[in-house]
């Protein structure tokens, strides 16, 4: 098998977005029958990688060849044209039709008059799944299935044609541990055939267990290439995090030196013994398995754990967004019931949501108007919305938080992706919040505005705010956390101080392996 | 407003802001297209019909776009929260029959009557808002639904027939009278546009409609209630359309439940017209008038000019597609 030719070759790639180097000449193979996992850090160049295979991306230099040939992909559809068939984390599928009908979408077969034979593209479509041994029926509707049997129709979409090359992009995200076999037992069975498959991923364990050789990237770069059956665990990780992480992050740290770890490990033990401004006991819902946490005044406290583990169902928790069936939600000692996020906000919670452009911002509307949008109680004279006061707390936060804009009246569509989230955070600046909750702080934010929006989480923890963080960058928990908690299957599995974990490369070993 | 309760601050804030209200007030995305375009049809019509630019016909226009105007003041807060309501016209006819038949039947206060009809519409709208939100139907087919129900009620209490209305005050409170000379309902239509201002572009209220219909998970997550956001813009639009009805009743002397079919239409068009955004988030109060007005114009210019019935449906049809279209394109 190795002496063929490989189906995909991609040499010395180099991408640019402005002065950003996403991808500074990285090479990658895939060979036929082969599961490839490509692994690395966000922001590590593992989506441009695959979307300049995609033809979404063009590259800035290098040379694409895809069985053998030299190629120049100008959009999605030549990509697809070559055989290359992307499955992506968001599903393509129409959910009110069955799968048969999805498989056909666009190619079905008429018997004149343009009209549909629904029997033909039942049979013919149970016909394909079988002999490509998908364990699906044909005629169920999508919105029936269960989440795997979606992924798994999504990728029998995908192979339909002429397909030889299969990148699946964090497939197991959404998946539950039974799910993930019926996944990897479709992966299996469509290597047999000779498909090569790119699979990229978080999750170390997934990579022994399916994978046949392994790819390292880092900051535009290849760190290596492995037969699977040759590394160790802790050998990847540490290839992940690199060898400049703990000079990096200490650098960062200089810059902030006094302002990192808060006032809260000064004087740790006056704090400790401070009353929690949250606490959770045994709570419980439909994603959360008995979470016990608390977080004290300027207290950063990091959420870490998979996607899917319940970190974000933690903060909807607190925010008023789920309610907790079992065990009890306690506020600054209260114990409360919160149905809306409006009482949350009332209390003195707020939220940085994870997708700022869903969840934190109207983007056609001007910043003032954003920051306003939380605060409107406050910015109510008689009825009237107080537009002076809510015009120069918007000067204030513009201000305060450096956001880059011509003025207050710019409509946030207009700024960039770290301004965005400086005005999110802008939204919470008057009055300061009890408890503060980030989702993905850093999401989408470049390197500069990073560092400017760690600065401002700090000020919030100084300030006496009680802050939690999700993140699944570990770098940014252990840069920015007084303490870490891992979550796993909807609980917390362990807690420790951020300075009793040494190294990046043992809070990975944490949340690879949460303790069981 | 702002500048009250910021006097201590710089002049120049005082400026600004004061500034911004003028803007807001005066400016909307895109209203500048539908403008020209209100213009041209007057410069227009102007040329083409002798009597069309007088006063009288100017205060015939006016007449005969109050109803659609003052609608059209509610939903517009409806469209930019990101809902619909199709059965205003329908709500006129159970509004002015409701308060016609009480006048006959129980009372002959105008007061009370106008209250019974503006009650009626506000109930209507409670209605399809908490439809829409409670139950989460799409507001399209709540008031769709709707739409059918108040008008069918309205034929069963009347029996299809108009009900009259004899009440000189009435008539002369919101159709035959005049204000320092304006003719009533011009003034009511003038009363109902400054509340639609002063609520949409001045209150905080303004704000949660801007962001429910801008982007309601957004808005939700910042402690905006938004279904009750939604629910009041329902409600606000049927008390509209009572007060509407009022005026379409006196101008009749009687409450008619098979006229006014359609209006729904007119009034929707004058939103968009204006530059409001169907998927919500966008609007204002400034180019809803001026979208009515392009309404009314074509309405009246359309017959002046001797255009056949007929082809007044069509042609109208056309010029509310292009300057939708020509709105469009920035």
Redesign the interface.
Known sequence: MTAQQPLVDLRDITVSFGAVKALRGVSFDLRPGEVHALLGQNGAGKSTLIKVLSGVNQRDGGEVLIHGKETNFRSAQDSRDSGIAMVYQDLSLIPSMSVASNLFLGREPHVGAGLVRHRTIHAQAQKYLAEQGFPIKASARVDSLPFAYRQLTEIAKALMGDIKILVLDEPTSALSAGEEEILFKTVAEVTKRGVGVIYVTHRLQEVFRISDRVSVLRDGRNVGTHNTSEITMEKLVSEIVGPGHERMATDTLSVEEGDRRSAFQDDASVRSTAAPVVELRGVRNSRLNGVDLKVRPGEILGLAGMVGSGRTEILETM?G?RKADEGEVLFEGKSVRWR???Q???AGVA?V?EDRH????????TIA?NI???R??H???A??????????RAKKAVADLNVKAPGI?TRLQNLSGGNQQKVVFG?WLTPEPRLLLLDEPSVGVDVGARDEIYGIIRRFARNGCAVVVVSSELVELQLLCDTLAVVHDGRVTTCVRSSEVQGEERLHHLVQEPAR | ??????SP?PAS??D??RR??VRDLLSSDRPYGVLLALIALVIFFSIKSDVFFTGANLENIGRQTTLVTIMAVGMTFIIISAEIDLSVASILKLSCVSAALFMNDFSDNWALGALVGIGVGALIGLVNGLLTTKLGIPSFLVTLGMLGVAKGIAFVITDTAPVLVDNRTFWAVFYEGTIAGIPVPIVWTLIALAIGS?LLH???????V??TG??A?????????TDRTKILCFVLTGVLAGLASLIFTAQGHAARPDFADGLELDVIAAVILGGTSLFG??GTIIGTLIGSLIIGVLNNGLVLIGVSSSWQIAVKGFIIILAVALSKRR
């Open positions: 925010f967004l809306t996020p409006h949350a906000i009332a939220l949501p869903l969840e934190g911002l109207v983007l056609e509307d108007a306003a949008m939380p409107l109680p910015l109510t004279r009825g009237l919305f107080s537009k002076g006061e809510a015009q120069r009246h939204k | 407003m702002s500048t009250a309760t910021s601050a804030t005082g600004n802001s911004t209200a002063v001045l209150s905080t209220f303004g704000r949660k801007y962001a801008g982007n998970t957004a808005a939700r997550y910042s402690g905006i209630n988030g966008r």
